[in-house]
């Protein structure tokens, strides 16, 4: 059930959270922004953190972390699509939730759209509780990010610099 439709034609902010803890975790990244980058609408790139595992099996290598931010006339089921073509192309394997990755990408949010439907949820379900979500998103866009919302959230991040 889409709450609010996207809007025909209009431009939008989206922000897409990118994670990888498996092979070479900022060339992961980096690949992914550059595909993203390909659609035309990336307007900005958060710096990278080294972040712990949440969740998930014991024993997991640390997660680097960005958020992407769009201007985009793609709506939320058009950004799934899209992040699920960046997990493919970095061989992601699906095997125990909240397992290690070679690229984890996430809608995270899309300016006056929410959707609630298996499969994709918009904003981000868990996003308020990770601080490793909060920290690059809050870099991108602070007005989206109370302070006490980032001082809340679980896990610690790391800034370890930029693509």
Known sequence: MSAAPDPPG????????????????????????????EHGDVTAVSPLYETEPVGGPEGQPPYLNAVVELRTQAGAHELLERCRALEAAAHRVRTVRFGPRTLDADVLLVDGVVVDEPGLQVPHPRMWERRFVLAPLGDLAPDLVPPRALERAGGSVRRVGTL
Do not use: D
Not at 10 to 37: C, K, T
């Open 10 to 37: 209009g431009l939008r902010r989206a922000f897409i959270g990118l994670g990888s803890n498996l092979g070479e975790r900022r060339a992961e990244i980096a690949r992914a922004v550059a595909a993203l980058r």
